[in-house]
Nanobody, 127 residues
């Protein structure tokens, strides 16, 4: 079992920055890939960024490239999402997810590929 707890979401003005955290506990040695997803009201859950636990390889959605950065603190088993130049369209609930099996896409962008999820943290960007 892996437990994921997100934090850091809040109300911020457009152009501002936030850093979201995802603290992983339990059998973290079984994690292959971590991902950040977001879901706006009435929309499907979408990929934001993914991080390969062993290699550190990353993937970013086109909408967040050059604005968001995913990273990890090994000692704390925590994955971060640094969000800069925020836009109102970034408003959503942000979820951290982990995949503990290694099949299919190396840096999966499909929510169905992830088998552990956090509870989500709300990010609201005002214009």
């Amino acid at each position: 079992q892996v437990q994921l707890v997100e934090s850091g979401g809040r109300l911020v003005q457009a152009g501002g920055s936030l850093r979201l955290s995802c603290a992983a506990s339990g059998r973290t040695f079984t994690i292959y890939t971590m991902g950040w997803f977001h879901q706006a009201p009435g929309k499907e859950r979408e990929i934001v960024a993914t991080f390969r636990w062993g290699s550190g390889d990353t993937y970013y959605a086109d909408s967040v490239k050059c604005r968001f950065t995913i990273s990890r603190d090994n000692a704390k088993n925590t994955v971060y999402l640094q969000m800069n130049s925020l836009k109102p369209e970034d408003t959503a609930v942000y979820y951290c997810a982990a995949r503990t099996y290694d099949s299919g896409s190396y840096l999966s962008t499909n929510p169905a590929d992830y088998n552990y999820w956090g509870q989500g943290t709300q990010v609201t960007v005002s214009s």
